[in-house]
């Protein structure tokens, strides 16, 4: 199996999300929001360092 | 205004049970059996320390059990949610991260990186055991995914960690 970077961080911050939210959250509704709220904010953070640290590739 | 947000609706305390009144002609128990062990008389009453002892191996079959098998310490106190969600996240980070052909860690290893992977790794339970079943062609980081596969291994593990503290939570009690 080949996943590029990218692939590979949305299956992680998937997965990491599901699993943060079964554990600290009881009720499905509450489940799914806190997945959302924690799977974007794992991806947008993750943009975010890649591109301060785009300028270092340089 | 009132607060309608479940997450914040303090749960109900179940009442306490009313002890029953001891029936006619029935022995009491006898009130010298505190060691740890120690013979109990017929329809005596468990001690203290014997039900903690009794409480604390429950605690550490269920870690154990949900170590080997992720949720399965959850599916044994009937939380199936938790239990198909901790099977569910870790095996799948598992299983991807050794078909990307991840590198899983040795149980002995010469520096304190190998010896932080393979505590990582070997928190995924049956997924640690069966890693050469599950992929037979083994490790291959020199390309990225191979590097990849070897961090959603490592996450694997520290995510089934998370659900057997949780698992073991619940079982002593201090979390619903």
Known sequence: MNLTHFQSMVLFAFIVSLGFAFLSRRRLKSRIKYLVWAFVAFLLVAITIGWIMYPASH | ?176
């Open chain 2, 1 to 176: 205004m009132p607060d309608n947000n479940p997450e914040n609706i303090p749960e109900q305390i179940p009442e306490p049970i009313p002890e029953t009144a001891p029936l006619a002609g029935a022995q009491p128990a006898p009130l010298e059996a505190s060691a740890v062990g120690e013979q109990i008389a017929p329809g005596a009453a468990p001690t203290y320390e014997q039900e903690s002892l009794s409480s604390s191996a429950r605690s550490v079959f269920i870690a154990v059990a949900g170590w080997i098998v992720p949720g399965l310490g959850h599916l044994f106190q009937w939380r199936i949610g938790r239990a198909l969600a901790g099977f569910a996240a870790v095996g799948t980070m598992a299983v991807m991260g050794l078909w990307m052909r991840g590198n899983v860690f040795p149980m002995h290893s010469d520096d304190a990186f190998g010896v932080l992977g393979f505590i990582a790794d070997a928190g995924s339970g049956i997924f640690y055991l069966l890693a050469h079943t599950i992929e037979k062609a083994g490790p291959d980081v020199s390309r990225a995914a191979g590097d990849y596969g070897t961090r959603l291994i490592a996450t694997a593990g520290v995510l089934n960690m998370l659900f057997v503290l949780d698992a073991l939570e619940i079982s002593r009690g201090h979390k619903n």
